[in-house]
């Protein structure tokens, strides 16, 4: 049983900063429940609006049924009490609906909704996916829109009136225009999260667009970094956010940017940095090169005051 209702959830998640941490893996690509458990604790000391087990960041892609579950459940009883924890689902639309059965099992406290796999959909068939998700739990819901899933302000609209258990929506498009109008039409109804990759880059803008929080990778291995970035955001400190974007994120996204798949990838790659490794990246995604490793560590050690 969820420790918060589908409205307190959101109001929540939406008032402080969100973090998606990494899955461990041992050498073997098996799923490292114990370190797992141990990073869930340390990330559990820092106060933030949610953890959201096995997402992007996470591996959703990656891992069995059977491993979201367990990453879930691992994430709920190794998190302190009050810090809710949200899990994934995705794929079709019916094992989207059995994710979130299993998201229950595991005592999560609400669903981050992912596009369905591979195929184009319209809004009508989007709305359908979206609505049947919602009324498969009684778990506060997230929608992830991006890729293939890109919903609209009327298609929200009709499945928020229709559920009021969709509480969040989570931008990965980055198209200005589209969040206006979804803002401008459902106002206060949804929790608006920042989703596009290293979402720092995007807070300060966005901040104005109503969306109050995003998801942070970096909060993995630079936690102080990313909740002092988050303080400048929120208090418009301008010239600090400036700072802080020349200093290490607009570098950090450089790295990033070489390879498709490395913004998971060097999430990892930070968490060796500083101390606290995760094990490799699952296949199809490749770890950081030795040379690349070497400069983000490098990149950490510049930042002030660091403390993993």
Do not use: W
């Not at 969709?166 to 920042?194: F, N, P, Q, S, W």
Request: charged share 20%.
């Amino acid at each position: 049983m969820s420790s918060f209702s589908p409205v307190e959830l959101g109001h929540r998640i939406g008032s402080g900063l969100l973090s998606f941490p990494v899955t461990h893996f041992a050498d073997d690509l098996s799923f490292d429940e114990d370190a797992y458990r141990a990073n869930i604790t340390r990330l559990g000391k820092y106060q933030v609006g949610g953890l959201f087990a096995a997402g992007g960041t996470g591996e959703f892609f990656s891992l069995t049924p059977g491993e979201v579950e367990q990453v879930t459940a691992a994430a709920v009883q190794s998190a302190p009490e009050g810090t809710p924890i949200l899990a994934p689902a995705g794929y079709g639309t019916r094992t989207a609906c059995e994710f979130a059965a299993a998201a229950e099992r595991a005592g999560a406290d609400g669903i981050l909704l992912f596009p369905p796999y591979l195929t184009e959909a319209s809004q009508e068939g989007l709305a359908a996916h979206l609505e049947a998700v919602c009324r498969a739990t009684s778990l506060g819901v997230v929608v992830y829109g991006r890729a293939n899933a890109v919903y609209g302000a009327d298609t929200l609209a009709r499945v928020a009136e229709a559920c009021p258990n969709l509480i969040g929506y989570k931008d990965g498009v980055g198209d200005v225009e589209a969040m206006t109008r979804i803002h401008t039409r459902l106002g206060d109804r949804l929790t608006y999260i920042g989703g596009l990759p290293t979402a720092e880059m995007f807070a300060l803008p966005y901040l104005e667009l109503g969306v109050t929080t995003y998801s942070s990778a970096v909060f993995n291995f630079v936690p102080e970094f990313a909740l002092s970035f988050y303080d400048a955001v929120r208090e418009h400190r301008r010239e600090d956010v400036a700072r802080m974007l020349n200093d290490f994120v607009l570098p950090y996204t450089e790295i990033r940017n070489r390879r498709p798949g490395y913004a998971v990838s060097i999430v990892k790659a930070g968490m060796t940095a500083v101390g606290h490794g995760a094990g490799p990246v699952r296949p199809p995604l490749t770890d950081l090169t030795a040379q690349e490793l070497a400069e983000l560590s490098a990149l950490i050690e510049r930042l002030p005051g660091l403390s993993a």
